[in-house]
């Protein structure tokens, strides 16, 4: 069961966070699920380029995961919300694992493979949903930001693993890679259908409308609430220049590799936000306390586009890195914190929704982004280019930073989401799921 104790003075730490057994079981299906996914990303561009030779079909075959959060990301989301969390996710990974089971099947033709493609990855959005909607169910106080801050650093780690894993495995047998990615959506399956409580649907029939006015709901509550819409503003913002440097390293490793080679060049510059991410979220998490971490969330917003301003001096691919790494650090010490805020802030009933909100945006941003800062590198140097992007990037966090509420409204939207659940308008209204008020508000402490 979940320790619903009151939250900690000081910080939470890895031991408080990993003796939840519900967070072990969802964190490892989920680590499971990632490292899968990045494999069978890997080994499915190898398989429909061997098969068809086509550069362009091979890229597509890798795209195309990402279609559903921007087709549809918010309404697939909203799904999460009508049924059992633990149903859901269960759901969701039986039936990504027979999907990707189908895709391993020798002779699939390359249309036939996008498509289940396509269709496995429709069941990521509710899962994922479903899962963030959960996290304030298992941990409660700092836990949830440390939990939050394992997690997404986790997931970091998983993409280089799971890259690096399924290119190799790829190079001999992509079917080989593709089934053992349905073997961790068999195995995710089994840690939360016997790991995790079997809690009531966050929304009862009673309280359904149309899908589609239930997303809207989505968006108007994460938009509309003056506190959630300074989190959606400074996220929204990170993404904008965050993902520059590893969006545009293949063309700048080539133009200026030096002694490492484009190849070696590129590596380095795609991983090193990843890992900068990953020990900014678990140092921050971890080693400074939860006051001081609400205090750097300013300082941080400001300080992650700063440090990739120097790219104008058209530095070396290693600063480059370093750069990018100093970039990834002070993105991975923010969103957690921030994360946590928005999760607490939210009401019982809308959390899958508002993530669903917040994903597609997030997907839709980093792309927007890599394609134009691409567009302006066709007619103007790549240094420049990111330099000046960047430089942009740390106007806008600056207003954002000054328009950051106080920490006695933030607190107030806390504690008005855990009273009760919130409407769209902002108007407290009654639970809208199942079971008494007063478990709803105990899940919610």
């Known amino acids: 069961m979940s320790d619903e104790r009151p939250a900690q003075e000081g910080p939470a730490t890895f031991r408080d966070v990993f003796s939840q057994a519900e967070f072990r079981a969802l964190f490892t299906a989920n680590a499971l699920s990632w490292i899968g996914d990045y494999i069978a990303k890997a080994a499915v561009t190898v398989l429909v380029y061997r098969e068809t030779q086509s550069v362009a079909l091979s890229a597509a075959a890798f795209a195309v995961s990402y279609l559903p959060w921007l087709l549809g990301g918010p309404l697939l989301s909203a799904l999460a919300e009508r049924h059992r969390y633990r149903q859901v996710m269960v759901a969701c990974d039986l039936l990504r694992m027979a999907v990707m089971a189908l895709v391993a099947v020798p002779g699939t033709p390359p249309w036939a493979i996008l498509a289940l493609i396509f269709a496995a990855t429709l069941a990521n959005p509710p899962s994922q949903a479903a899962r963030s909607a959960l996290m304030p169910h298992i ?27 399924g290119a190799a495995i790829a190079a001999a047998s992509p079917a080989t890679a593709l089934l053992i990615n349905a073997g961790t959506f068999a195995v995710s399956a089994a840690l939360v259908q016997f790991g995790l409580r079997d809690r009531p649907p966050a929304m009862t029939a009673a309280h ?27 996220a929204f913002s990170a993404m904008v220049f965050s993902i520059v440097p590893e969006g545009l390293a293949a063309a700048w490793a080539a133009e200026r590799s030096g002694n490492l080679g484009a190849g070696a060049a590129q590596a380095v510059i795609m991983a090193a936000n990843p890992v900068g991410y990953i020990l900014g979220g ?68 809308y959390r899958a929704r508002a993530f669903g909100v917040m994903a597609s945006g997030t997907q839709i941003i ?74 709803a508000g105990a899940a919610s402490r």
């Open 282 to 349: 678990l140092l921050i998490g971890r080693l400074v306390a939860p006051a001081r971490r609400l205090a750097l969330i300013r300082p941080l917003a400001v300080l992650a586009p700063a440090v990739l301003i120097p790219a104008l001096l058209d530095p070396p691919p290693l600063l480059v890195a370093l750069l990018a790494a100093a970039c990834g650090f002070a993105v991975g010490g923010l969103l957690p914190v921030v994360n946590g805020l928005f999760v607490r802030a939210l009401p019982d009933g």
């Open 139 to 165: 941990l409660v106080g700092d836990r949830l930001v440390v939990g939050l801050s394992i997690t997404t650093s986790s997931g970091q780690a998983a993409q280089v693993v799971g890259y690096l894993v």
């Open 366 to 439: 980093q792309g927007a982004a890599v394609l134009a800062t691409g567009a302006l590198a066709e007619r103007f140097a790549i240094p420049a280019v990111v330099g000046v992007w960047s430089a942009a990037g740390m106007a806008l966090m600056l207003v954002a930073a000054a328009a950051w509420p106080r920490a006695e409204t933030v607190a107030a939207a806390i504690e008005a989401a855990s009273a009760g659940t919130a409407d769209a308008g902002g108007k407290q209204v009654s639970p809208p799921r199942a079971g008494t008020s007063a478990a």
């Open 208 to 234: 359904r409308s149309h899908l589609l006015r239930e997303t809207a709901q989505g968006f108007r509550i994460v938009f509309g609430k003056p506190v959630l819409r300074a989190i959606a503003v400074l």
